[in-house]
């Protein structure tokens, strides 16, 4: 068959690559914000590592989420990585719950940014938004990391098959 005779193939469905997507293990994050906008923060799998020089990692947002325009208008978040544990907090921040029950669920402090970093977060990066991009449904906003807490003593979480897991050190095996 030649280039010219290729088959068309059928669209793929939404929910059929949701499915696909969710073979896909991932951290779980809750991405967080502070400003003149106000005070917001959400869960997001869909948090990667762009390049280190300058570090830079990137966060896809749905504009349709409540906290979009505060994200918008702040320029500024912070992107809390979960530890093993963190479950409730993370479904907290997933959708539908009034801010400030999210926020009440767990201790913050900030850094310059301002942006709530989540004590006992397994790593905070700090970060100011550099640029935006809108694929889609969603705006991909790229992070340059500004300043990072790690905390080396807690173990990890990620989301795969729409479900919880924990990831343990190496020497914890
Ligand atoms: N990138 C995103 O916006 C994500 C959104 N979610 C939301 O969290 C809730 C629970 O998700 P699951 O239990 O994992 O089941 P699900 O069936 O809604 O999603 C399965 C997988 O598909 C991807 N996905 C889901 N919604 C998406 C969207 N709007 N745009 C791009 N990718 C998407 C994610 O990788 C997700 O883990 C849903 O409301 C889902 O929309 C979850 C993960 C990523
Ligand atoms: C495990 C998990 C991962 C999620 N990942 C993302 C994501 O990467 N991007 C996104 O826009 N929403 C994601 N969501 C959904 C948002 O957390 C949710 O829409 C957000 O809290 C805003 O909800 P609200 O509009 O009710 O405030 C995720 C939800 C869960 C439970």
Not at 83 to 101: C, Y
């Given at each position: 068959?030649?280039?010219?005779?290729?088959?068309?193939?059928?669209?793929?469905?939404?929910?059929?690559?949701?499915n696909?997507?969710?073979?896909?293990?991932?951290?779980?994050?809750?991405?967080?914000?502070?400003?003149?906008?106000?005070?917001?923060?959400?869960?997001?799998?869909?948090?990667?590592?762009?390049?280190?020089?300058?570090?830079?990692?990137?966060?896809?947002?749905?504009?349709?989420?409540?906290?979009?325009?505060?994200?918008?208008?702040?320029?500024?978040?912070?992107?809390?990585?979960?530890?093993?544990?963190?479950?409730?907090?993370?479904?907290l921040?997933?959708?539908?719950?009034?801010?400030?029950?999210?926020?009440?669920?767990?201790d913050?402090?900030?850094l310059?940014?301002?942006?709530p970093?989540?004590?006992?977060?397994?790593?905070?990066?700090?970060?100011?938004?550099?640029?935006?991009?809108?694929?889609?449904?969603?705006?991909?906003?790229?992070?340059?990391?500004?300043?990072?807490?790690?905390?080396?003593?807690?173990h990890?979480?990620?989301?795969?098959?729409?479900?919880?897991?924990?990831?343990l050190?190496?020497?914890?095996?």
């Amino acid at each position: 068959m030649s280039v010219h005779e290729l088959p068309v193939l059928p669209a793929v469905e939404r929910d059929a690559f949701r499915n696909a997507m969710a073979c896909l293990g991932a951290a779980v994050n809750i991405i967080t914000t502070a400003g003149p906008a106000g005070r917001a923060g959400f869960t997001a799998s869909a948090v990667c590592s762009v390049t280190d020089s300058p570090p830079t990692l990137l966060v896809c947002l749905n504009r349709s989420a409540s906290v979009w325009p505060i994200f918008r208008d702040n320029g500024y978040l912070c992107v809390n990585t979960l530890a093993a544990g963190h479950e409730e907090l993370s479904t907290l921040f997933g959708g539908k719950t009034p801010m400030a029950e999210r926020f009440a669920a767990a201790d913050w402090h900030t850094l310059a940014s301002g942006s709530p970093l989540l004590d006992g977060a397994l790593v905070s990066f700090d970060c100011k938004v550099a640029q935006v991009v809108s694929v889609g449904t969603h705006d991909i906003l790229f992070c340059e990391v500004q300043a990072l807490v790690r905390n080396d003593e807690t173990h990890g979480l990620a989301w795969f098959d729409r479900g919880y897991h924990h990831l343990l050190r190496q020497d914890a095996r």
